[in-house]
């Protein structure tokens, strides 16, 4: 049956119909949709780890056992599981492993841009590059299969463009789940340095063998055509089937590594001119010159961004090809902090103290955009907690004007570890943990303080407030982010204390379901003089023409704005 997919919701596809039913994974847009699409298939066991690290090493351990297991997660995620990932490529695996890893080409979403099949040769990891959603659901079965005949985990390089969107798929019958049988076997899975030794000699024959699968088996395969030959991967695949000069060959690359040496040689040993298409990292090109081959890429592409049809035809046609444009120019629409966003007073009080704020990754990011204007850095998952550490060690007269911000799943993903640092190595630092029972940016997935599981089912909660105190801290305070007195008053009681502290800004998320709307509000023109302090909330359901309004069907009553306005003219609508 065909069906039309997203190329996450594919990858799922695949997974079920490979047999696997264990499914760990940290939600990390663009690769999010994976696991949910996983987890509405009754045999899969699917679940939400605290961090990319826990879901690879459980993902490991069932591998180990006989189990097909599966893990996704976005590039920046690869990061934090590197550690397993790389000692993973020297034990192998028993089930078969496979690790979808999705780019960001662009950074829709992202701190960073980072190409995966440059972190996984360092690995020693083999990749698959899917160009579609058809290809996504065949790639992840085959990597499944590959992953059990050489005795290696397999990589899916995603792209943004690739996982969210939707082309055809024929689905097929899927592979009952099953165990292979465990047998004990210290010298290829404990890691010490005299087993070690062997299993790195091991894995350059198991590479050897994937190189050979890579130029033998039609996985890569070829277009022969005449004029220029190019040599793509990904979605550039179809990219340069679209925009480059008709009848050009093509080497469509599905394993990106180990790269088919041979192939590549012969291909472009047919043509004048070879061209590397590839998004991000100069992996193929740089591969192409080791081989002695003269192919152009970054001379001619950028290696960064997103790659398209009409660059495609603008760099190898010189033509840009013909389409449709709006006549009136579209203002742009920068993303803001939704309308009763439990966050937004925490930073305008932080504004109005003018503090140093340590910031992290989440929907709070936004507020380091003006008015608010509020965050001071951002670098990565649970980098303020830590990062505050070493602003106060540094300058330790600053705990009296610095604090970090952090969401409930990031503090619970990697901000532990620097509370815990705080604690040991006693920096006075103050710590927010903007708790609104979510994982917010990646679009509501729960989380291990949530109550809930990844089907919505009742889970054991991490109490916050509890885990700090554990973790050392004494000054512990829970503060509703709404009441924005409470909020200040909080915030300069803990700056002036002479020990660590944390404070919760404790209230769901505006989105959730479960969060009750409230009383809209709306601005007396008689009063309202025009000062536009309410403006500095930054909320979307405020505008200013000659005096302020509030859009009623935006607002979602929840009274900052009311807080602000210093001549009592936003009241309740009655």
């Given at each position: 049956?065909k069906q039309?997919?997203?190329g996450?919701?594919?990858v799922?596809?695949g997974i079920?119909?490979?047999?696997c039913?264990?499914?760990?994974s940290?939600?990390g847009?663009?690769?999010?949709?994976?696991t949910?699409?996983?987890a509405?298939?009754?045999?899969?066991?699917?679940?939400?780890s605290?961090?990319?690290k826990?879901?690879?090493?459980?993902?490991?351990g069932?591998s180990m056992v006989?189990?097909r297991?599966?893990?996704?997660?976005?590039?920046v995620?690869?990061n934090?599981?590197?550690d397993?990932?790389?000692?993973?490529?020297?034990t192998?695996?028993s089930?078969?492993l496979?690790i979808?890893?999705?780019?960001?080409?662009?950074?829709h979403?992202?701190?960073?841009e980072?190409d995966?099949?440059s972190?996984?040769?360092?690995?020693r990891v083999?990749?698959?590059?899917p160009?579609d959603?058809?290809?996504?659901?065949?790639?992840?079965?085959l990597?499944f299969?590959?992953?059990e005949?050489?005795?290696v985990?397999?990589i899916i390089?995603?792209?943004t463009r690739?996982?969210?969107?939707?082309?055809?798929v024929e689905?097929g019958?899927a592979?009952?789940a099953r165990?292979?049988?465990?047998?004990?076997n210290?010298q290829k899975n404990v890691?010490?340095?005299?087993n070690a030794?062997?299993?790195?000699?091991?894995l350059?024959?198991?590479?050897?063998a994937l190189l050979e699968y890579?130029?033998?088996?039609?996985?890569?395969?070829v277009?022969e055509?005449?004029?220029?030959?190019?040599i793509?991967?990904?979605v550039?695949?179809?990219y340069?089937?679209?925009?480059?000069?008709e009848?050009?060959g093509?080497?469509?690359?599905?394993?990106?590594?180990?790269l088919?040496?041979?192939?590549?040689?012969?291909?472009?040993s047919?043509?004048?001119?070879?061209?590397v298409?590839?998004?991000?990292d100069?992996?193929?090109?740089?591969?192409c010159?080791?081989?002695g081959?003269d192919?152009v890429?970054k001379?001619i592409f950028p290696?960064?961004g997103?790659y398209?049809?009409?660059?495609?035809?603008?760099?190898?046609?010189?033509?840009?090809?013909e389409?449709?444009?709006?006549g009136?120019?579209i203002?742009?629409?920068p993303?803001?902090?939704?309308a009763?966003c439990?966050?937004r007073?925490?930073?305008?009080v932080?504004?109005?103290?003018?503090?140093?704020v340590s910031?992290?990754i989440g929907?709070?990011?936004?507020?380091?955009?003006?008015?608010l204007?509020?965050?001071?850095?951002?670098?990565?998952?649970g980098?303020?907690?830590?990062?505050?550490?070493?602003?106060?060690?540094?300058?330790?007269d600053?705990?009296k004007?610095?604090?970090?911000?952090?969401g409930?799943?990031?503090?619970?993903?990697?901000?532990?570890?620097?509370l815990?640092?705080?604690?040991?190595?006693?920096?006075?630092?103050?710590?927010?943990?903007?708790?609104?029972?979510?994982t917010?940016?990646?679009?509501?997935?729960?989380?291990?303080?949530?109550?809930?599981?990844?089907?919505?089912?009742?889970?054991?909660?991490i109490?916050?407030?509890?885990l700090?105190?554990?973790c050392?801290?004494?000054?512990?305070?829970?503060?509703d982010p709404?009441?924005?007195?409470?909020?200040e008053?909080?915030?300069?009681?803990?700056?002036?204390?002479?020990e660590?502290s944390v404070?919760?800004?404790?209230?769901?998320?505006a989105?959730?379901?479960s969060?009750?709307?409230?009383?809209p509000?709306?601005i007396e023109g008689?009063?309202?003089?025009?000062?536009?302090?309410?403006?500095?909330?930054?909320c979307?359901?405020?505008?200013m023409?000659?005096t302020?309004?509030?859009?009623e069907?935006?607002c979602f009553?929840?009274?900052?704005?009311k807080?602000v306005?210093?001549?009592g003219?936003?009241?309740?609508?009655?």
């Amino acid at each position: 049956m065909k069906q039309l997919m997203l190329g996450n919701e594919a990858v799922a596809r695949g997974i079920y119909e490979a047999g696997c039913a264990l499914v760990f994974s940290y939600p990390g847009t663009p690769s999010t949709e994976i696991t949910e699409y996983a987890a509405k298939y009754s045999g899969i066991t699917a679940e939400w780890s605290p961090n990319e690290k826990v879901a690879l090493e459980a993902a490991i351990g069932a591998s180990m056992v006989g189990a097909r297991a599966f893990c996704a997660m976005k590039h920046v995620g690869l990061n934090v599981a590197a550690d397993p990932l790389f000692t993973l490529a020297y034990t192998g695996v028993s089930g078969g492993l496979v690790i979808a890893v999705a780019d960001d080409p662009g950074m829709h979403s992202s701190q960073n841009e980072q190409d995966t099949r440059s972190v996984a040769a360092a690995a020693r990891v083999p990749v698959l590059e899917p160009a579609d959603s058809a290809e996504c659901r065949e790639l992840t079965i085959l990597a499944f299969e590959i992953s059990e005949r050489f005795d290696v985990p397999v990589i899916i390089r995603l792209t943004t463009r690739i996982a969210h969107s939707r082309s055809l798929v024929e689905t097929g019958e899927a592979r009952a789940a099953r165990l292979e049988d465990y047998q004990k076997n210290p010298q290829k899975n404990v890691m010490v340095p005299a087993n070690a030794r062997g299993r790195r000699v091991n894995l350059e024959e198991r590479m050897a063998a994937l190189l050979e699968y890579s130029e033998k088996s039609g996985i890569n395969t070829v277009e022969e055509g005449e004029g220029i030959g190019i040599i793509a991967s990904g979605v550039c695949r179809l990219y340069a089937r679209e925009g480059a000069p008709e009848g050009s060959g093509v080497l469509s690359i599905r394993m990106s590594y180990p790269l088919p040496d041979k192939l590549i040689k012969e291909f472009a040993s047919g043509y004048k001119n070879v061209v590397v298409a590839e998004e991000l990292d100069a992996v193929i090109e740089t591969r192409c010159k080791v081989l002695g081959v003269d192919a152009v890429g970054k001379d001619i592409f950028p290696a960064y961004g997103e790659y398209s049809q009409r660059m495609i035809a603008e760099k190898l046609r010189g033509e840009t090809p013909e389409y449709e444009s709006f006549g009136d120019v579209i203002p742009l629409r920068p993303p803001v902090l939704c309308a009763g966003c439990t966050h937004r007073g925490v930073f305008y009080v932080l504004c109005k103290l003018d503090l140093f704020v340590s910031g992290d990754i989440g929907c709070y990011t936004l507020a380091a955009a003006p008015p608010l204007s509020a965050i001071d850095t951002t670098v990565c998952m649970g980098a303020s907690v830590s990062g505050l550490h070493g602003v106060l060690k540094a300058r330790p007269d600053w705990s009296k004007r610095a604090v970090a911000v952090i969401g409930d799943s990031t503090f619970l993903h990697s901000g532990v570890t620097g509370l815990i640092d705080i604690v040991y190595n006693q920096s006075n630092a103050t710590v927010i943990i903007l708790d609104n029972a979510t994982t917010g940016m990646t679009g509501h997935q729960h989380n291990p303080s949530t109550g809930f599981d990844v089907r919505g089912n009742s889970a054991p909660v991490i109490d916050l407030e509890a885990l700090c105190l554990a973790c050392g801290v004494k000054r512990v305070a829970v503060v509703d982010p709404y009441d924005l007195d409470s909020v200040e008053k909080s915030i300069l009681e803990e700056l002036s204390a002479a020990e660590p502290s944390v404070i919760i800004m404790k209230r769901p998320c505006a989105l959730l379901k479960s969060s009750v709307k409230g009383t809209p509000y709306r601005i007396e023109g008689d009063k309202c003089r025009g000062c536009k302090k309410c403006l500095a909330l930054g909320c979307p359901a405020i505008c200013m023409s000659k005096t302020a309004a509030i859009e009623e069907n935006i607002c979602f009553g929840c009274g900052m704005c009311k807080c602000v306005c210093p001549f009592g003219a936003i009241v309740e609508v009655v």
